[in-house]
């Protein structure tokens, strides 16, 4: 487990996200291939190494210390443009809030520019508006839950920060293609 944000992200979840080349935890993390002793941005777009290979670190001079070197495809080193580092720090702030009532003006108000240019960068970057990340966030949470607790998706729904049951499921089936209980089902989580 790293945490990322006041939040766990355990191996596997991470290496979900570096198959998905998530650009939304760049910057966040970085994953390192042992055999070719380079280190990437999650979102690199290079072939993916064996599982078995990564490693994980928090910070560019963890993965230097190490004995890696940045890959010269995402260039992990190079600082991010000022867009693009409002919108990480959005994420991360999003990241780190996914369980309190969020609205687009309070993040807006929290990375400092208008909720209306906020969501047009962020979709811009993303392909995501602020909302339907916090959601995906906030699903996926949901998702961890299902696999590792015992709780009930009444329990889970509000643990992940949805303000009520049915604005969870439809959530959860939009992203899913299945309902929590189907989920929990098919992965084999404690029931």
């Known amino acids: ?56 670190y928090l910070q560019i001079n963890e993965a230097e210390n190490a004995g890696y070197r940045a890959c010269k495809r995402c260039q992990p080193n190079v600082h991010l443009t000022p867009q693009a580092e409002l919108v990480s720090d959005t994420m991360a702030y999003l990241l780190h809030n996914y369980k309190q009532k969020l609205l687009l003006q309070d993040i807006a108000t929290h990375v400092g520019i208008s909720a209306y240019y906020l969501e047009r960068l962020f979709k811009q970057h993303t392909t995501l508006t602020p909302r339907a990340y916090l959601e995906k966030i906030r699903v996926d949470k949901a998702a961890h839950l299902l696999r590792n607790s015992d709780l009930t998706n009444l329990e889970i729904a509000y643990e992940a920060g949805f303000q009520s049951p049915s604005i969870f499921y439809k959530a959860f089936r939009t992203l899913k293609q299945c309902s929590p209980s189907e989920y929990r089902e098919q992965i084999g989580g404690i029931s």
């Open 1 to 56: 487990m790293i945490m990322i944000n006041d939040t766990q992200l355990s191996f596997d979840e991470m290496w979900d996200i570096i198959l998905a080349c998530d650009s939304s935890y760049d910057g966040l993390f970085f994953t390192a291939v042992k055999t070719t002793r380079i280190y990437c941005r999650p979102s690199c777009k290079s072939r993916k190494p064996h599982k078995h290979n990564v490693e994980f």
